[in-house]
């Protein structure tokens, strides 16, 4: 078993997360992780420039020599619900997305690769990247002040990165 933070996710969205991994057979491991972020990117009430959400992700891995060291490849599933305004986030919302608010919820599955390198017996850093497909169904709002609601029930698809990660690892033997 390991206990895993993702650096990246904590530092660049400033979203703390936290995952476990469990060995399934010799060469596999599942890893659920769990993240929130509840505050908005100013730290003030009223902002409205924000990445609110909450988001679960389940991964499986194989890896090519043993658990929890070297090359793995992996299959995963997410999802999450979302708040996020004045951010604009390429290849998933549309090009004018920092003008307005979204609420609402999105899923979908990915292929990850990673490298996991072993400091000493017990922690280690991971590094990892997947490509996947996402489904967005949400309501657009104006983004002044959360706004008056422009449109309901949007949905959305996109292709694009579902997992980043440089992780930080303890490993429970």
């Known amino acids: 078993m390991a206990l ?9 969205a400033l979203t703390p997360n936290l995952g476990i991994e469990v060995g399934i057979a010799p060469k596999q491991t599942l890893l659920l992780t769990g993240s929130y972020n509840p505050w908005n990117s100013n730290g003030k009430k009223d902002d409205n420039k924000k990445l609110n959400h909450w988001l679960l992700n389940l991964e499986w891995r194989r890896w090519f020599c043993e658990r ?5 490849l992996g299959a995963h599933a997410f999802f999450s619900r979302y708040n996020i305004g ?13 003008q307005y608010r979204y609420h609402g ?9 990673g490298y996991h390198w072993m400091w000493s017996k017990y922690f280690g850093m991971e590094f ?4 996947g497909v996402g489904f967005m169904r949400y309501d657009r ?33």
């Open 4 to 12: 895993r933070t993702n650096l990246l996710y904590d530092f660049a």
């Open 86 to 98: 004045g951010i604009k986030i390429p290849l998933v919302l549309e090009k004018n997305a920092d």
């Open 105 to 113: 919820n999105a899923y979908g599955v990915g292929v990850s690769y």
């Open 141 to 173: 709002y104006d983004r002044p002040n959360c706004g008056e609601c422009r449109e309901t029930g949007k949905n959305r698809t996109f292709v694009a990165p579902t997992k980043a990660g440089i992780s930080l690892i303890y490993v429970i033997k």
């Open 68 to 72: 929890y060291n070297g090359h793995f």
């Open 128 to 131: 990892n990247l997947g490509l």
